[in-house]
């Protein structure tokens, strides 16, 4: 089995910053793409930010230029670097990854339990 344990939500003022990150555990051979998405209240999970295992990224028109997706390959981890937040930022975030369990070349996609975010002053 593979958990994703994400951290660093919380409160913070329009304008503020904050740093989530996703750590990887379990049986683990290789990860794929590693990507955060968020689900505001009363709408759907939308994808944020996606990070490849060549490390190119992708990012929504929203965030682009504010937000930053990286990863620690050594670590199994992903981060998501927010500035110049908003309030329609608020949302939970939940990172996913794509990881191949052994030397078998099925994939799975899995879940973390997400982090709140909230900005609001």
């Known amino acids: 089995q593979v958990n994703l344990v994400e951290s660093g939500g919380g409160l913070v003022q329009p304008g503020g910053s904050l740093r989530l990150s996703c750590a990887a555990s379990g049986t683990i051979f290789s990860v794929g793409d590693m990507a955060w998405y968020r689900q505001a209240p009363g709408k759907e999970r939308d994808l944020v930010a996606t990070?490849?295992?060549?490390?190119?990224?992708a990012y929504v028109n929203s965030v682009r230029g504010r937000f930053t997706i990286s990863r620690d390959d050594a670590k199994n981890t992903v981060y998501l670097q927010m500035n110049s937040l908003k309030p329609e930022d608020t949302a939970v975030y939940y990172c996913?990854?794509?990881?191949?369990?052994?030397?078998?070349?099925?994939?799975?996609?899995?879940w973390g339990q997400g982090t709140q975010v909230t900005v609001s002053s």
């Open positions: 990070i490849y295992s060549d490390h190119s990224t």
């Open positions: 996913n990854a794509d990881v191949q369990r052994d030397i078998s070349p099925r994939r799975y996609r899995y």
